[in-house]
């Protein structure tokens, strides 16, 4: 259940992403408002939707918002 919670919430960041992506060529916003964005969508379906597995997408969902901001550093942007 657990895994399955993390996966479902995984791709919907990198979802997110990709739309925040999309609608940055209108306004550009900074990489780091984009992760930011992604990020709060997916909180707000843990906090909806995730029950006992909180603890453990909630430390998946921190990685995956960790090594896109290393990358965000590493481009310089």
Known sequence: MEKKVALVLSL???????????????????VGQRVDTAMN??????????????????????SVYNWFGDRAKEWGL
């Open 41 to 62: 969508d997916v909180t707000n379906f843990y906090n909806e939707h995730a029950g006992p597995a909180a603890d453990t997408v909630s430390s998946t969902a921190k």
């Open 12 to 30: 919907m960041l990198l979802m997110s992403m990709n739309s925040v992506l999309v609608s940055a060529e209108e306004a550009a916003p900074t």
